[in-house]
């Protein structure tokens, strides 16, 4: 059902459409654009692409991996289930991610990530860091991921109908992953494509040689895709993704397991179905529309509490859009809804979790949410070396606290603007204002749980405002590439939980949604490579620096809001001899990040007298990769990596902090997982 707020402002909101410049006549393409995807224009200097050859290279196995040379982006977690993504120091639930146009949203447990995606499955991952054009979706207040699957014509060889590829893979530190995958052509340009994926780890062992419990997982994955081209300008495809990961976790499996602790089993699920359309049309205008849904589980075995118990997240919605392309301008003009559910209940015997439910005769905790969006974005080729894009979208947020009756609604526009100038050939200037808008959403599904009469929601709750400038320079030409950017962000009115209950006002819960103050980050990226015959050269320098309230932010203390940093750099150089043999070798370097303040929330509640400095000491990891064909064609694919080369201790920078630095006994236990140490991985993929 479409959310009060949404049936309110409906007619308000078709301003956007009336926007739509009335010349779909001409069908003629922008002067320097082809008929392609259209050319982003804000915030264009930070975005990243992550093709195929990339993922194959690195033998890419989780976010980690995925996102090891894209600057902006850090991933924290150290174990696949617990991996949490970071955009310029915002968590992912402040992202738009979607896999093929569907979503991925909500938090199962604010200990384990929210992003989950078998990289054997991708064709490219796209990277947009900060608020960017209207086309961006719904809260992307940090910025989007776009993950692509695989096509099944696209894996055919030249003249053949079928096929399949088949994968054996083996770690060092420690287990191994098996893949297939199988393709044929249907008809024409339409297929079907269908791939498994099995992935055993064991515990792995960090820098200093220790074995980690509470590390090792098992991963099973279904996945099975059909369509193409239909002819006359349509495009179809559908798709179904089923994953499935258990093991054995502490409590907190993004935290170490001390030794006398217990480990407790959990099991994530996650089923995704989608449907794509696209037309192409000789009038101009072409139309995409996404349909899906989506259900993640989560369920933890504590049996030494209360027992079994789960948490969902079901989603469903569409995006249909249209692109108009006529005399120097490429419209794309639409409208977007999504509806969620997010439960968490007790599954075990009541009589185990009588004594921990505030409520014994629930059981069971429920919110909705619906979202609806309409938007509109304009580039314009002014004239040759000048390139305009200007936007604009309305949206509407309603969510439903519906075992306890209570709810939220907010509404808004959000604009953005940017020209990219052409000034010298390769050498072109970028500047860009974003602003976007997100209301209140479902919340964590281990925290709907609450005391009846208590307030979750703040009666004063504002939606999240945030306002993106970006400038920079990029020159690209004869093999150089180089650019430069600043950006500033800052969010107003930022929503968050924070730890704890202030006793002065006995109406909240422990868990109370409120405006908490403005997130600002501020920082640079400066990137260069050169290319030249076989040979490659390409690095990054990275510096952001994010705050609350002008404190610096940490994984612990602004869970679900961001974590910190230190500067950054990395080099890669490859050497690809010919199209059968290729090296890479990459060293990744985080300065150390000292002095961070923690622990105010406890400060405020009188919980300790005073804030505590914890430090991120710093680390430098190398990595080795290479590929081999034998037989010079990819019938058979030989790869090696290297990672951790030189079994570096260390802890990832994006994970929470180490508390236990502060000698305090209460505060030991918090601290993320170390980082794997040296592991080798090799790969044999053969193709039929």
């Known amino acids: ?65 995925l996102f090891r040379k894209v600057p902006s982006v850090a991933v924290g977690g150290s174990l696949g289930i617990a991996q949490k993504i970071y955009v310029r120091g915002l968590e992912d639930s402040l992202l738009n991610v979607t896999i093929d146009g569907a979503p991925q949203r909500g938090t199962l447990f604010h200990h384990v990530g929210r992003v989950t995606i078998e990289p054997e499955l991708l064709e490219s991952v796209e990277v947009q860091a900060g608020a960017g054009e209207a086309t961006s979706g719904f809260g992307a207040i940090g910025g989007a991921i776009r993950f692509r699957t695989r096509d099944p014509v696209d894996l055919l060889r030249e003249g053949r109908d079928y096929g399949a590829i088949a994968k054996a893979g083996w770690f060092s530190n420690d287990g191994y992953k098996l893949s297939g995958t199988a393709y044929a052509r249907l008809f024409g340009d339409v297929g079907i494509l269908g791939s498994v994926v099995h992935v055993d780890r064991d515990d792995f062992r960090d820098g200093d040689g220790d074995t980690l419990r509470g590390t090792g997982a098992r991963q099973q994955l279904g996945f099975v895709k059909l369509g193409g081209e239909l002819g006359g300008g349509h495009r179809l495809t559908l798709s179904y993704e089923h994953r499935d990961e258990e093991g054995e ?58 027992g079994l118990y789960g948490a969902e997240i079901e989603s469903y919605g569409f995006d249909a859009r249209a692109r108009i392309r006529r005399a120097g301008h490429d419209v794309t003009v639409g409208a977007e809804y999504r509806d969620d559910r997010v439960a968490s209940q007790y599954l075990g015997d009541p009589a185990m979790w ?80 974003a602003e976007a808008f997100r209301g209140k959403e479902i919340g964590d599904a281990f925290t709907l749980e609450k005391r009846p009469g208590r307030q979750s929601l703040s009666p004063t709750l504002r939606p999240e405002r945030v306002e993106n400038v970006e400038g920079g320079v990029k020159y690209e030409l004869d093999g150089i590439t180089a650019s430069a950017v600043y950006y500033r962000t800052t969010i107003k009115d930022v929503i968050l939980d924070q730890l704890g209950r202030t006793f002065s006002q006995p109406q909240q819960d422990a868990v109370f949604y409120e405006n908490v103050g403005d997130f600002k980050a501020e920082g640079f990226e400066l990137r260069a490579g050169y290319r030249t015959g076989p040979f490659s050269i390409d690095g990054y320098y990275n510096h952001y620096d994010s705050r609350l309230n002008g404190n610096r932010i940490e994984g612990y203390e602004q869970i679900a809001l961001g974590n910190s940093v230190g500067d950054n750099w990395a080099i890669s150089a490859g050497y690809d ?112």
Do not use: C
Not at 6 to 21: I, K
Not at 276 to 300: C, K, M, P, V
């Open 1 to 65: 059902m479409i959310s009060r707020v949404a049936v309110r402002h409906l007619l308000a909101s078709t301003v956007l459409f009336a926007a739509v410049p009335a010349f779909a006549q001409d069908v003629s393409p922008p002067r320097g654009e082809e008929e392609g995807a259209a050319i982003t224009v804000v915030g264009a200097l930070t975005d990243v692409a992550i093709d195929r050859e990339e993922i194959e290279l690195t033998q890419a196995n989780d976010l980690t991996d």
């Open 577 to 688: 001899p010919s199209p059968a043999l290729g090296f890479r070798a990459t060293v990744t370097t985080y300065q150390d990040l000292n002095d961070i303040e923690v622990l105010f929330r406890e400060s405020e509640l009188g919980f300790i007298d005073g804030t505590r400095f914890i430090d991120k000491p710093g680390y430098t990891v190398v990595d080795l990769f290479a590929r081999f064909q034998p037989f010079g064609t990819d019938a058979v694919e030989l790869q090696a990596a290297v990672y951790n080369l030189f079994d570096t201790q260390y802890r990832a920078h994006a994970s929470v902090g180490d508390y236990a630095q502060l000698g305090e006994p209460d505060y030991a236990i918090v601290q993320g997982l170390p980082e794997p140490g040296r592991n080798v991985r090799l790969t044999a993929a053969f193709r039929f």
């Open 354 to 433: 009588q004594p921990w439910a505030w409520d014994p005769a629930i059981g069971r905790f429920e919110e909705t949410g619906s979202l609806m969006g309409v938007y509109i974005q304009d580039r314009w080729r002014v004239v040759e070396p000048l390139l305009l894009s200007f936007g604009a979208r309305y949206d509407a947020y309603d969510v439903d606290l519906v075992t306890y009756r209570d709810g939220t609604d907010s509404d808004g526009f959000s604009v953005n603007g940017g020209a990219t100038l052409d000034i010298a050939p390769g050498l072109s200037l970028n500047a860009g204002y």
């Open 249 to 306: 976790f502490g409590q907190r499996p993004n935290w170490p397991v001390r030794a006398n602790d217990r480990l407790f089993p959990v099991e994530g699920k996650r089923q995704t179905a989608i449907a794509n359309y696209g037309l192409a049309t000789a009038a101009g205008i072409d139309i995409e529309a996404t349909g899906y849904w989506t259900r993640s589980e989560f369920t933890q075995d504590r049996a030494d509490r209360w």
